[in-house]
């Protein structure tokens, strides 16, 4: 066999054994058979001072091609067999990705807590800060600043807790726990020039047996804006836009003229029931709408009684409660859920 | 306030449907709270026409009628064929108008009216007797009916037994609707239709003035009207008036009560009549009223029977100034009531100062239609008129003679106020485009007098009816103007509110962060009452604590103080889960404690914000692929420090907490949290005892701090510069000390930062062994993972080496610590 034929097999036997290569280990024992310093085709290289000069050239170049084509070979054989050992790997990592997540715990922020923010949030957006005072007040801060008659109602010990002073003789006392978050309003207007544009979320107390609609301690948010030329057009507006925002933007909106001591006007807020879309339904009572707050413009004598000028100022103010959007928004039947902080009921929000 | 309709509509002409009406008054501002309907048995009965009426082919006592029952569905609609109706009446025929019951009509009973065949003929309804409409017991025959009656009417709208009653909530600014009188005319002011309000005066009054009347101060009782009515036979009411009370929620009592309820509804003048004998009379025969201040501990047996202890802020009605008759405004006395003996009835007409009803009212919990009434206000103008419509009564249908005397006390005549009304005022609070006419226009219709005062300041001068105290200023009108104009016609508008910027404040943002990092180590947001129970003191071991705040007046006897500590409530909530066997329980709350502070001008207490939690049962939970862990000391601190760390309040140092003031903290389980020198609260393992003092079996590790301490330390804004990143390599080298056991971390921990050297930038405790064959008895092995770097060049190994070895010799020297570096 001439030298040429012998390249020849040489490379032929290199590509078959490359082929039948089958772990990085054969891999490498093919190319040190064929391409490593005592490989076949190596041997030949070392050889060439026996061929005779004319040939060298051609062989030279014979073995040079041999060479590269093994090397390429080599190394497209070196990728099969790495992808095929990704490949296993890789299907020894299969899992069940059914399996259940790793517990993590997660808290959750109570209910009443993401309503009085999420309502924060909106009047923040419209500019209001949001102001809190103290849950002990005066009697003229939660009822004689805001205009509440020396012999009404609310004022009576069945419908306001009172607090026992050092002064007093422990059967009437002019401390108590705020009734509404209003005597915040009150504070902040004395304390405040106009404008004034606030938002006062706040616990308030008042003395009713824990039912499912009732809870003696309770949320309200109340908001407060006095500035100059406010209308009852800008209440409207305000709360027109608070309720889309909360309630959905396809709830309609109705103003009923009420009564509070407060303000004059005054008015009730409804809401076109979700339920029924306002045709009326068993959960709206048949009426189409749920009533969802009380507003109205800041009655003239408060506004002098925090020293405000009612012929330079003018405002509005609303008030409702937290735990009553949290009916309406989640139909929860019983508020007292609320306040047993069941974890069930907790990590639902 | 029930309303009857049709009383209603005696008294103003309503052109607009229930529905309407029911919708005009809630925009206006009378909430309708419910449409009840009498009568509702008889809907699809009407009056038909018998057309004629012929022997039943096949029966010898059944007729078959044609019967024409007029337009289907009301006046206007298309009249419906004639119907064939078979009837077993003696007396039916043609030409008669008879009630008949059409297809669908449910009569008493639950008699459920189809079309049937009788021996096979086809009826489509039936032609009923009084009995079968529940109307009577005549059963001898068909009901017939006036020729008159209106064909296709309904029957029970025709016999005038259909009335619909609107239960209105009238609120406390409008005594003028807590009567028909008052209610009428806000209706007519409402739709624009005119009033029909007469008031009838006794025909045939007989000479006479048997009441003599007193009032010791004027202020209390500005006017009384007595009125005496001689041989009143007293007796049932006729049904009108029966049946108009019931319709307004009144039971029916005789004659003579009935009538003075009946005033009372129609013109809201509470009325109040005595039995004149029960008074003394005189040499001429004559009663002495006299209207006085009760005396401290004085006592009157009330109408319902029981006897009520008085006070000097409360008013009598005495005979002669001496025996209380009533207990004035609010009730009458049980002993001057009207009976079935009663011949005279002294007549009382008077108006008291509300303040001292209202308080009067409520002091001895008694509430009448009366004291109702007179709280809100009620018109003294009136008094006398409607005086004389009872008197009118009295004589029409208990045969009363009326003395013709009128024995009116005035002595405080009404003061009709007057308003200047500047109509650009209006417009300017409503933010309506609200015509000058359309206001004088509207207040005229509320019965108030306007006139034009000044064209050039476009002002008017109000004067309000007597009936409507509410109305005493500017913004009294405006609020009537704008309910009459129609809310929900102003066009919504949103202050131009320049110069105002919405934010929260950094104090609260940062109480925000608070919450946020304890729901991210997973515990969720409770929220408990702000009173405490009365036990929660002794359940955790009678700590020492600042004086509580105390209600005078709580809801019961067991949460009568504000809660000190934010632990008993959520310890409840921790039991409320475990008792339901929700064994991991996570909760935190952010609230207000309550300390009493007598120094404070108000005496308003210290009211600080406290942050608390409790953990109990696992941190992990049990699960295919984690180990379960039950929570401890540790978890509680870490969820303390990422708070701190995330408000970047400098170094926390723990100190075992006190078991002496401390006593629902397990000792040697808790430690006081401070911050510099201050005392941001405790953190620890509740105490076994406090845990079963709350029904709690399980360990529980609780957590109190003053949140506004926390916020007060945190750093200011400005000065959270940022520390560079050191990109210099590390050199970390693990250290392990054997130690005294009751060598603390913190000990151990200072002295290695302290002597590591300057490029010492970490010291991680990585573990903690005893073992008293390995370590040794009463020593423990500490192990640290130390890393060197230096900020501007890479650290060498001899370097770190040396600076190990400095450090070794200290720590063996300063703590008796065998050392172990690699």
Redesign the interface.
Known sequence: MGVQENIEQIKTDGLAALKQAASPEALEEVRLGFLGKKGTLTKILRSMKEVSPEERPLIGKLVNAAQKELESALAAQKEILEAAALEERIAEGTIDVT??A??Y??????V??QIV?EI?NL????????VDG?????EYFNFTSLNT???H?SR???DT???????EN??V?D?L?RTQTSPVQMRTMQAQKP?I?VLCPG?V?R???ADASHL??FTQIEGL?V?K??????L???L??FAKAIFGEERKT??????FPFT????ELDVSCAACGGSGCKFCKGEGWIEVLGCG?V??QVLINAGIDPEEY?GFAFGMGAERVACLRYGLGDIRE???????F??QF | MRVSLSWLKQLVDIDVSTDELVSRLIDTGTEVEAVETAGEALNHVVVGYVLTCEEHPNSDHLHVCTVDVGPVGGAGSKPAAPLTIVCGAPNVAAGQKVPVACVGAQLPGDFKIKKSKLRGVESNGMICSARELGLGQDHDGIMVLDQAAPLGQNIAEYLGISDTVLVCEITPNRPDCLSMRGFAKEVSAILGTPLHLAFQSPRNPHPGQSAQVDVEDPTTCPRYVARVIHNVQIGPSPAWLTQTLEAAGVRSINNVVDISNYVMLLTGQPLHTFDFDTYSHDEEGKAHVVVRRAHASEKIQTLDGIERTLAPDMLLITDGGKKPMALAGVMGGLDSEISDATTSVLLESAVFAPGMISKTSRDLQLVSEASLRYERGVDRTFCDTAADLACALLEELAGGEVESGVTDVYSEPYEAPTITLRYQRVRDITGAPITDDFMMAALTSLGCTCENASSKDATATVTPPPTRPDLTRECDLTEEILRLWGMNQVTATIPKGTNVAGKRTLEQLRAQTIAQKLIAFGASEAQTYCFAENTDKELLGNPDLPAPVELINPLTQDMRTMRRLMLPGLMRALQYNVARNITDVALFEQGRVFYANQESPENQPKEPCHLGFVLTGNRTPRAWNEHERAVDFYDAKAAIETITEALKIPKLRYKEADPATYPWLQPGKAALVYSKKTLLGWVGAVHPNACAAFAVTQEVIAAELDQDALLALAEPLQKSAIKPTQDQPAIKIDLALVVPDELDYTTIYQRITSAGGKYLESAVLFDVYTDATRVGEGKKSLAFTLTFRAPDRSLTSEEVAASVEKLTQKLERGLNAQVRAG
Do not use: W
């Not at chain 1, 103290?134 to 005066?138: F, G, I, L, N, R």
């Not at chain 1, 609320?338 to 069930?344: C, G, H, P, Y």
């Open positions: 399996l259940p790793r517990p715990a997660q808290g959750h922020a109570h009443i807590t923010q924060e009047f923040i957006g419209l500019g209001y800060t949001i103290p849950y002990v007040e005066t008659p020396a012999d109602p009576s010990p069945r807790f009172y607090v026992k002073t050092s002064r422990n059967q006392s401390l726990l404008p544009y616990k107390f003395p009713d047996t003696p301690q804006v500035d030329g406010i209308t009852f057009a800008d409207k507006g305000t027109d836009y109705r103003y009923r003229p009420h009564f004059e006007p005054s008015c413009i009655d003239e003018s609320l306040v047993q902080n069941d974890m069930r907790l990590s």
